[in-house]
Structure formats: structure tokens, C-alpha cells
């Protein structure tokens, strides 16, 4: 049973930085590949980042200029590096584990940049 668990969410002042991070905890097999994704209001769930096994990343291309995907092996960690938010960027940001057949969500935390 894996379970993630993800903190750091809030709230921040447009032009802020947060970092997320989420807590990966049961067997992950080496095909599962670690995310980020968010949810705007009203909005569909949006890819943000991946990181495999091995440490390669890949950031959306709209997002790479401001989020770091990075993983702590020891700690059993990933987490996003967010800078220069802005309040399009407010939303519930979930960390997933997808890979095969397998796929594990956490429950999100709340981001919220105002203005």
C-alpha cells in the first residue's frame, strides 16, 4: 500500500515562492514515476512535473521557468520548488505516483497566491 502525503501548501503574495513537498510512504516499484499536478478552480487537473526513479525530470513547458521537481531518496520526498507565483497559480496541488497499472494520489494541499 503506498500512501502520499503532501505539505506546504498556503497562502503567499503574488511574485512569492513555496515549496511542496510529499511524503511517499509503502513499496513503490521502480516503474512508478513521481508527479505534481494541480487543479485550479474550475479547471481541470493539470500536469506540472515528473520524476523518475533514476532522477530524470520533465516540467511543463509553461511552468519550467519557475518549478523544480526534486526527490530525496533518504528522506523519501518530492518535492516542488515554486517561485515568482502568481494567482493564476492558486489551486490544489496533488502528488501522484503513476506507472503500469498503478496509480496513487494524495489528498492535495491548498495553494493560494494573492494578489
Known amino acids: 500500500q503506498v500512501q502520499l502525503v503532501e505539505s506546504g501548501g498556503g497562502l503567499v503574495q503574488a511574485g512569492g515562492s513555496l515549496r511542496l513537498s510529499c511524503k511517499v510512504s509503502?513499496?513503490?516499484?521502480?516503474?512508478?514515476?513521481m508527479a505534481w499536478y494541480r487543479r485550479a478552480p474550475g479547471k481541470q487537473r493539470e500536469f506540472i512535473a515528473s520524476?523518475?526513479?533514476?532522477?530524470?525530470?520533465f516540467v511543463a513547458a509553461a511552468m519550467r521557468r519557475r518549478f523544480t521537481i526534486s526527490s530525496d531518496t533518504a528522506k523519501d520526498t518530492v518535492d516542488l520548488q515554486m517561485t515568482n507565483l502568481q494567482s493564476d497559480d492558486t489551486g490544489v496541488y496533488y502528488c501522484?505516483?503513476?506507472?503500469?497499472?498503478?496509480?496513487?494520489w494524495g489528498q492535495g494541499t491548498q495553494v493560494t497566491v494573492s494578489a
Open positions: 501522484a505516483g503513476l506507472g503500469g497499472h498503478s496509480e496513487y
Open positions: 509503502g513499496s513503490v516499484t521502480s516503474n512508478i514515476q
Open positions: 520524476i523518475t526513479r533514476t532522477g530524470n525530470t
